[in-house]
Every structure is written in C-alpha cells, then in structure tokens.
C-alpha cells in the first residue's frame, strides 16, 4: 500500500453509519469553488473517482471521530526471516515482501484482540470473525484498496502472491467490486518512501487502518543495552466510536509482538 486509504475507489460493502445530520454534508458539498489565482497553471476537470476519494475522506474526518495510537517496532528477526523464506520459496516463483507480512501480522493481531475488528453502523456495533485487510494501492487515477479476504487464515506466501496480482489489476483498472469493496481493517504503508510516521485517515465503514513508516537504523535499547536496531514506527487509527482506547493500544502491542516475534505468525 502507499498511502492513505481513506478513500477506497468505492464505498465499501457494508453500510456505513447514517449521518447524524445529512444537511451538514450537503452544504459542505455546495461551498464554491475556490477561486484560482492569477498565476499560470493547468486546470484537470476532477474525474469520478477523484470525486469519491475527496467525498469519503471528508465523510471520515467529519463522521469519525479518531484516536491515533504510535508503537515502534523492531524489524530484525522479520528481516531475517522473510530472507530465510524467500530462499525457500525461489523456486516456486514466489517472493515475500515486509508488507505481505505486516498484512498477517495485522490480520493475527485482530484476531486475538476482536474489539478492533469492528464496525460502528450508528445502532450496532459489528464484530467481524475473520479479518480482511484492504491494502492501500495507488493507481494513476487515484487511490483504491484492494482486499485480502480472510488474511488471518492465509499462509505468508499465498498473502504475497494474491496482494501481487490484485495489485497489478488494481493499477490496470481491472478490480472487480467485491475484490475492493468492504474488508474489515485496512493497511497503509509509506516506508517505501521514506515518511517515518504518519496518521492514516479511517476508510469507513471499517474501525481502524495501520499507517506503516520506513524500517530505519536507530539506537535501541535490547536486553538493557543501546544497540543499532531497524525499527519502524506504526500507527493505529481507530474509530473512537466502537473502540476505546485500553482496546486500541492491546491491538498495537499484539500487533509489534508478532511482527517482533514473526514466527508466530507461522504457528
């Protein structure tokens, strides 16, 4: 994923919460366009999708009311591991990424902490029991985020090579609906670009997105000695609406365990 996928091509499947006051939006939809200044430029008249990112992202920041919770990770033995593996896969064709991992260590973490697997409809309170992780992809013509369903069942290397071909398709506008529409939690990583932390914006109706910054060399305090350790910074947004705070910080710590401690995910 690469960036904040708040706004997903499409709503996603399952309904979102009714707005508690629809004439707010509405008049925030009819504010005048901003008057461009006197200086040469090029105007793109905005494209549908364009128009449903800028939609769902207001929807979001408006609606939901989020809480941000910031872990740091140590990479290392995840590194080492994802080296070991990808020897061992290289002649099926298949390579793991750090991401593919992050997805099942997401997917494992919201299993064992299912107060973050949720979804706030305004009268309910839904508990998913399974996780399907929506993936933050950007495409040429915007951002969408394609799903890997029922992630926390999946072996490492069927997560890399299903988030690779639904990746391709993604950025070919060839996505069916159901394969980005609805999901459970979502993942979005900026590493690739350097961004060392970020705050990701919630893709509603789900309960909670990870933003995932750069794997860096920093000083790191390991078994009560500073050492040079790669670690990165994750950040939980979550819907405080369905889920507290005490819920929200159990899920990061299951979430830096398993990623600290990777072959957990393989157990």
């Known amino acids: 994923g690469q960036a904040t996928p708040a706004a997903a091509a499409a709503p996603a499947a399952a309904p979102a919460a009714?707005?508690?006051?629809?004439?707010?939006?509405?008049a925030a939809h009819a504010v005048a366009p901003a008057v461009v200044p006197d200086i040469p430029h090029e105007s793109v008249k905005l494209s549908n999708i364009r128009k449903t990112i800028a939609r769902r992202l207001t929807e979001s920041k408006q609606n939901v009311p989020h809480i941000y919770l910031t872990v740091d990770v140590q990479l290392d033995k995840l590194l080492k591991l994802r080296s070991e593996l990808n020897a061992g896969l290289e002649a099926r064709g298949v390579k793991l990424s750090v991401n593919d991992m992050l997805i099942k260590a997401l997917a494992a973490a919201l299993m064992e902490v299912p107060s973050c697997n949720v979804m706030y409809t305004g009268t309910e309170l839904v508990t998913f029991k399974r996780a399907d992780i929506s993936v933050a992809v950007s495409t040429p013509t915007g951002l969408i985020t394609p799903i890997v369903a029922q992630a926390d069942t999946k072996s490492l290397s069927a997560i890399a090579t299903e988030?690779?071909?639904?990746?391709?398709?993604?950025?070919?506008?060839?996505?069916?609906?159901?394969?980005y529409?609805?999901?459970?939690?979502?993942?979005?990583n900026m590493g690739m670009y350097g961004i060392k932390q970020f705050e990701a914006v919630i893709n509603p109706p789900q309960g909670m997105i990870m933003a995932i910054g750069a794997g860096e060399k920093r000083p790191y305090v390991i078994d009560d000695s500073l050492q040079i350790a790669t670690v990165m910074s994750a950040t939980g947004s979550f819907d405080h609406r369905a889920i507290d705070g005490a819920d929200g910080a159990q899920l990061m710590q299951a979430f830096k365990r398993l990623v600290e401690n990777p072959l957990g995910m393989l157990a």
């Open 18 to 26: 009714p707005a508690a006051a629809p004439a707010a939006p509405q």
């Open 163 to 179: 988030i690779k071909e639904l990746a391709g398709r993604a950025r070919e506008g060839k996505l069916k609906p159901e394969e």
């Open 181 to 188: 529409q609805g999901g459970t939690a979502s993942l979005s």
